[in-house]
């Protein structure tokens, strides 16, 4: 835990949140901004600023207990989010995951600017990622 971190310090209890779930390794809680209603955090209770920096049994529980808060918020439709530093929007530098329920009224609106790669250009990055995976 880190005693600067807010995410920590809303695990310690010090500063409020509307907690949904709690486990012994992630803490869920209604986002303060949200882009709609039920928009919740989840939230390992392991302090590291990328999804690399914590280790697997912190992640055990997120997806079991993303699923229990979309199927609580009823909603058919949503996001789970996941960002891994400042050029990938993260503001609050402890992993964290957003569930973000979608209808018509809101929700996360997403732009995917995608690239056109030729068949040798995939199978390079396909080659280069598969050697790192094997190591």
Not at 48 to 76: N, R, S
Not at 112 to 117: A, G, V
């Amino acid at each position: 835990m880190d005693s600067n971190c807010i995410f920590c310090k809303i695990i310690r209890q010090e500063i409020k949140s509307y907690k949904l779930i709690e486990t012994d390794t992630v803490y869920s809680f209604l986002d303060i901004g949200p882009l709609n209603e039920g928009h919740a955090l989840i939230i390992p209770k392991y302090h590291g600023q990328k999804i690399g920096d914590i280790p697997d049994e912190y992640l055990h529980d997120v997806l079991p207990v993303a699923k229990k808060i979309a199927k609580a918020v009823g909603c058919t439709d949503y996001n789970i989010l996941q960002n891994n530093g400042k050029l990938a929007h993260q503001e609050v530098m402890h992993v964290h995951f957003h569930v973000i329920p979608k209808d018509e009224n809101g929700g996360l609106i997403i732009k995917w600017p995608t690239k056109k790669l030729s068949e040798e250009q995939f199978k390079a990055i396909h080659e280069k990622i598969l050697a790192k995976l094997e190591n």
